[in-house]
């Protein structure tokens, strides 16, 4: 989520040009003030583009649910989700930062499927005790190699070997929030036979 914040630096350099103007010139006559205001919506417009605004990128948290084992396991998915920000900041690649806010999205999705299902917890623990803390172990190695000056062929061997892994491990994380699905899958299917079955009965179909 991206966070905007504005600089005070355009209104308060406009604030100068007007209070400049003012000293110059004798401000009892109108068109002296139309043109102190012209000069401060000018400068201020100008400003602005030399001092933008900061944009700060804040990770969403998974929201807590109230209950404790739940709300342990999305501890510790925040835990990760941080990992991974702190990670994606180090990293220079704009490809593997990509793919890391693609997991962070997975990640997101499939938490805040379990909040709502909380018996699918059971589910995820592979994924909460292995993949997680796997994946930005990863992350972390290869934010280590492309900080090095010296590019020899072992650094290259892990940044390549970790950028060969990428889509697999995105792969993953799909697969995980898929297979949360296949109960509800199974009962749709389920319900949907039932209800073409009364649809044939009642001469509806």
């Known amino acids: 989520m991206e966070i905007r914040h504005k600089s005070a630096m355009p209104i308060y350099l406009a604030g100068a040009v007007w209070i400049l103007y003012c000293l110059i010139f004798s401000m009892h006559k109108l068109f002296h003030i139309i043109i102190a205001l012209s000069l401060f919506i000018a400068a201020y417009l100008i ?12 990770e969403e948290t998974i929201k807590y649910t109230g209950a404790k084992e739940i709300d342990q396991a999305i501890e510790e998915g925040n835990k990760y989700l941080e990992d991974m920000r702190k990670a994606n900041e180090l990293i220079e690649s ?14 997101k999705k499939i938490f805040n499927y379990v909040s709502e299902k909380p018996e699918k917890l059971k589910d995820i623990r592979r994924f909460l005790t292995y993949f997680l803390p796997t994946t ?18 072992n650094i290259n061997q892990i940044k ?26 199974m009962d749709i299917d389920a319900e949907i036979t039932v209800f073409d079955s009364m649809l044939k009965a009642e001469n509806l179909k």
């Open 47 to 58: 400003l602005r583009k030399k001092f933008p605004d900061r944009v700060e990128i804040v």
């Open 94 to 107: 704009p490809l593997i930062s990509d793919k890391i806010d693609s997991l962070s999205e997975i990640t």
């Open 136 to 153: 930005v172990k990863l992350l972390n190695s290869y934010a280590r190699a492309e900080a090095q000056d010296n590019k020899g062929e």
């Open 160 to 185: 390549n070997d970790i950028e060969g892994a990428m889509d697999g491990i995105i792969d993953s994380f799909h697969k995980h929030l898929d297979n949360l699905y296949a109960d509800e899958a």
